[in-house]
């Protein structure tokens, strides 16, 4: 199943307001299914920690423990942390969450996330504790 | 004498209008500070930078900031069109005029000639503090930055 079909699939399941909202829980099921796999905590860690032959990780701005607040790599503007956990707010509006893959994932990887990717760094993220 | 009287009628007048200019120029800051931007703009600008007042960039220099979003200063800050169209709109129509009318090099506010001869008493110690890190981090000094407010009663220097 593709992003947008995922996407489309939980506009069905909810009513779509202008933010429709979701939890942790199915946005990774529909990642998850997306991929055809079921995601790796381990492999989302890695993943996140890692750099992809650009000059950034993930963990550049969101930190190696994002239960904690983050710090922007270039404008040093303060990051809220982006466990679940830690702050609500993440991980709890689709929209948002495919936005910011986008536009971070060309940042570090110069490309799209797999869903298989999206998947595992959301499985580790929705495993950590403040 | 009566040369001089006019001469000074001259000069009063030249100051008059010199003084009606600077105060006009500062009440059109004032006002612009006290209209807040729109907070999709807050949100999406100010999610990885302060959310810089319009009136610190001229329209020239937003329309090429908000015509390359996908490569915005080494990041991807894309957005979906309809919206980039909205905060374009509400950045030309606030935009910088009097002195920071001139765009700057890479359209970079800390670029601006304004911006250097107004940080010129900061010492270099002060730019590379961890707290600082970046020029871009107007609230690392100006504590109400968020809340478009520059004044120098409000600025504190990290140490």
């Given amino acids: ?130 | 004498m009566r040369r001089g009287s006019t001469r000074g009628r001259c000069i009063v007048a030249a100051l008059l209008t010199a003084l009606v200019g600077t105060t006009a120029a500062h009440a059109d800051e004032h006002r612009a500070r006290r209209v807040p931007p729109p907070p999709e703009y807050t949100q999406e600008c100010g999610a990885c930078h302060l959310a810089y007042p319009a009136w610190l960039l001229p329209a020239t220099s937003w329309q090429r900031v908000m015509d390359s979003l996908a490569r915005h200063y080494g990041t991807d800050a894309s957005l979906d069109a309809a919206q980039a169209q909205r905060l374009s709109a509400w950045l030309q129509a606030n935009a910088a005029t009097g002195k920071r009318a001139v765009p700057p090099p890479e359209d970079r506010i800390t670029r601006a000639a304004w911006f250097q001869r107004e940080h010129d008493e900061v010492p270099a110690a002060t730019w590379a503090l961890p707290a600082v890190k970046s020029r871009a981090q107007c609230a690392a000094c100006h504590t109400q930055a968020e809340q478009g407010d520059f004044s120098e009663r409000h600025i504190r220097l990290p140490r």
């Fill in chain 1, 1 to 130: 199943m593709s992003t947008r079909s995922f996407l489309g699939a939980l506009c069905i399941a909810w009513p779509c307001l202008t933010a429709a909202a979701a939890t942790p829980a199915e946005l990774l099921a529909g990642y998850s299914a997306a991929a055809g796999a079921p995601a790796s905590a381990a492999r989302g860690q890695q993943f996140f920690q890692a750099t992809h032959g650009k000059e950034w990780s993930c963990a550049s701005c969101h930190g190696t423990a994002p239960v904690q607040p983050g710090r922007h790599a270039a404008t040093g503007k303060t990051i809220a942390a982006l466990a679940p956990a830690a702050d609500a707010r993440r991980v709890s509006d689709p929209a948002k969450v495919e936005k910011w893959f986008r536009r971070n994932c060309n940042d570090v990887l110069g490309r799209e996330c797999t869903p298989a990717e999206k998947a595992d760094v959301l499985s580790w993220l929705m495993g950590l504790q403040p």
